[in-house]
């Protein structure tokens, strides 16, 4: 072979390795002779929330073997890829067998050591320069965890609590109203014949107006009253007292008898003011947040690796080692409270973050065909299955539904508005038996009416303008002769 067809040969030698080479580095993977792509799998080992990642070492078979949520859903999305994979799961571990560094660290082995990383790896913008993400197969969000206080707004005034003032206003001003009309309906009892009079006319004086409706709700007289029209305004008012005294007793009994939960704090300012502790899992990029979002001081984070840590320092409480709040991720804070959530509760506002993804090199083709993978697992029913194994059958629809809004709120004050159609009711029903009883108060307009028209609608002329009006018609009857 002479020289230029040896130099032929090695430069398409040249060109198919660098094809080759290309196929690689974008698929971010090894193919075998068999076509199927080879991933080495990076999972992180970590001591707590074993439910995402669980990483065993067998010390018979000399291997690890990894489970949790994290892997099943990995594997399901495996399994609805368009091409086989074979797997080679690696644990982010050194030889001790404990982990070899923190999330952040275990990216950044991307190409290097794994193509790709599998676990409870939030996606967050400082990752997202080293690595591409799947989207993601989990809600999140970061928020705090706090103690509950109990019966923390029992005070000494509860028992003017069951109603709001403007509600406490309008009783007073009706109970007046309602003694002003029936002190008008009264006022000429004795001096109406075929009356009775009132046994208890001393009662309706214009200082006990107020004193009258209310002592007749609590003790009602029969022979209060002798007009009619005052004891149906009376029957009235006492329908009106009782539905105002049964609404008190329940929402009374409600706020004295139920466990009202409150959070320790509401806001973030509040643990940074009070110079207290809080904490956080280890490892978990919420340190960043809380150092440089929040500008807690690093001296007051303690980091925490499990929920029998977390149990323990939130029981102790801040001025005792332990803390006051605990910050970390919605998907951790909920298996917390699935096992502490009668004492506990997630409280502040929650800053977005985007969940847990599957960690790729930068460019990688497998990021979109595992992208595809998750959302159809996501949207069908083996997600469902897979969370209710970890985390138990929820209610909500999974793993990944919303804490309760208002796990411990109390119990709302009752107000005018509530009540508006009753008192309605109640003062047309009292004007309408004023009208009834009263007569002068209509029968005077009425007599103003029928004078007004006699006087100028249907007018008749008197006996002056008559004679008037007969001698203009007789100088007229003459002058025409």
Known sequence: MDKKGFSCLLSWFLIFLLLQLQIQRGSGSNATSKGVIKLRVGVPKKDGFTQFVKVVWDSHEKKYNVSGYCMDVFNAVVNLLPFKVSLEIEPFVNESRETAGSYDTL???????????????????????????????????????????????????IFVKPFSWDLWLSIVIVSMFIGIVILIMERNVNSLPNQEGSPNRKQLSALNILWFPISQAVLPER???????????????????????????????????????????????????????????????????????????????????????YHHALNIGSQRGGVAAIFDELPYLKVYLKKFGSNYIMTGPTYRTDGFGIAFPLNSNLTAHFSRAILNVTESDLMDKIEEKYFGKNEGGGQGQDQPAQLSSATPSLTFYSFAGLFLITVVANLLALLVSETFIWQRPILMAKTYSQRYLFRTPTSKETSVHSSHDSTQGIEAV
């Open 107 to 157: 990216v950044q082995q991307v190409p290097t050591k794994y193509d790709v990383v599998v676990g409870d790896v939030t996606i967050v913008a400082n990752r997202s320069k080293s690595v591409d993400f799947t989207l993601p197969f989990t809600e999140s969000g970061v928020t705090m965890l706090v103690p509950v206080q109990h019966d923390k707004h029992k005070t000494m005034w």
């Open 223 to 309: 022979q209060v009253v002798a007009k009619n029209c005052s004891r149906f305004v009376l029957m009235v008012w006492l329908l009106l007292a009782f539905v105002l005294m049964q609404s008190y007793t329940a929402n009374l009994t409600s706020i004295l008898t139920l466990d009202q939960l409150q959070p320790s704090f509401l806001r973030v300012d509040d643990l940074k003011n009070g110079d207290y502790y809080v904490g956080y899992q280890t490892g978990s990029f919420v340190y960043d947040m809380l150092v440089q979002r929040w500008k807690f001081n690093p001296s007051k984070l303690r980091a925490y690796s499990n929920i029998s840590e």
